[in-house]
């Protein structure tokens, strides 16, 4: 299973964000990553966003990012309507936004906005 998984995460960002939205529409959660002192892990951005929140869509690749960091990270799940009408709000407010499902890769970064879109499309 784990190959699998090292498979997904070396496919193409565009691929990885179908996958994405597949597993977050039924699952109707994402995953996180929090240190030890409950503070989230974030990405510093170049775009027009300070920074940016990766999410995944299932616990084994938050742990797997986790991993490959190297430092003390535990992932956790948020139910998608908490992550889309409350923390999402907060990231935004303090101009960030999020990187759906991150790897070596690259992510595609997405606004509150895009992401219930593509939640609609589905």
Do not use: C, H
């Not at 193409?12 to 597949?22: D, S």
């Not at 299932?58 to 009408?85: C, H, Q, T």
Request: charged residues 35%; aromatic residues 10%.
């Amino acid at each position: 299973m784990k190959l699998f998984k090292r498979m997904i995460l070396k496919r193409p960002a565009e691929k990885r964000l179908i996958y994405f939205y597949t597993i977050v529409s039924m699952d109707e959660q994402v995953w996180l990553l929090r240190d030890e002192n409950g503070d989230l892990l974030t990405l510093e951005e170049e775009d027009d966003f300070e920074f940016s929140l990766p999410v995944w869509p299932r616990r084994s690749f938050a742990e797997m990012e986790a991993e490959v960091i190297g430092e003390k990270y535990e992932a956790f799940n948020i139910p998608l309507n908490e992550f889309l009408d409350d923390l999402l709000v907060e990231i935004e407010k303090d101009n960030g936004v999020a990187a759906i499902f991150p790897s070596e890769k690259g992510a595609i970064l997405q606004t509150r906005d895009e992401i219930k879109e593509m939640l609609r499309n589905i």
